[in-house]
């Protein structure tokens, strides 16, 4: 069975940083296409950040410059480095994956594209 677990989330103060992890298990991330989309209360989710199995990698242009998607194929575990972050960035942030994406640079943030997810990590960013 394919599980993902995120973690890392917490509560910082706008301007800081956090550093979020996806552990797999039942699933090797160098095979994979993974993401990390986040949902905010009364919002539909949203794409963050996005890698294939080579390394490429895709940015939401909130994220862009800010955030940094990056993967441990040793340790099948995916991160999500977060800095400067915004009271506007506070959402659940969830990892999700899936075997193969087809027209990854334009589907790399569709939510239907991704077959496996987690259960999500809160990130909460006050003023």
């Known amino acids: 069975q394919v599980q993902l677990t995120e973690s890392g989330g917490g509560s910082v103060q706008a301007g800081g940083s956090l550093r979020l992890s996806c552990a797999a298990s039942?699933?090797?991330?160098?095979?994979?296409?993974m993401g990390w989309f986040r949902q905010a209360p009364g919002k539909e989710r949203e794409g963050v950040a996005a890698?294939?199995?080579?390394?490429?990698?895709n940015y939401a242009d909130f994220a862009q410059g800010r955030f940094s998607i990056s993967k441990d194929n040793a340790n099948n575990t995916l991160y999500l480095q977060m800095d400067r972050l915004k009271p506007e960035d506070t959402a659940m942030y969830y990892c999700?994956?899936?075997?193969?994406?087809?027209?990854?640079?334009?589907?790399?943030?569709?939510?239907?594209?991704?077959?496996?997810w987690g259960q999500g990590t809160l990130v909460t960013v006050s003023s």
């Open positions: 999700a994956a899936d075997d193969y994406i087809m027209g990854w640079e334009i589907a790399a943030f569709n939510v239907d594209e991704y077959n496996y």
């Open positions: 039942g699933y090797t991330y160098s095979s994979a296409y």
């Open positions: 890698i294939d199995f080579d390394g490429r990698t």
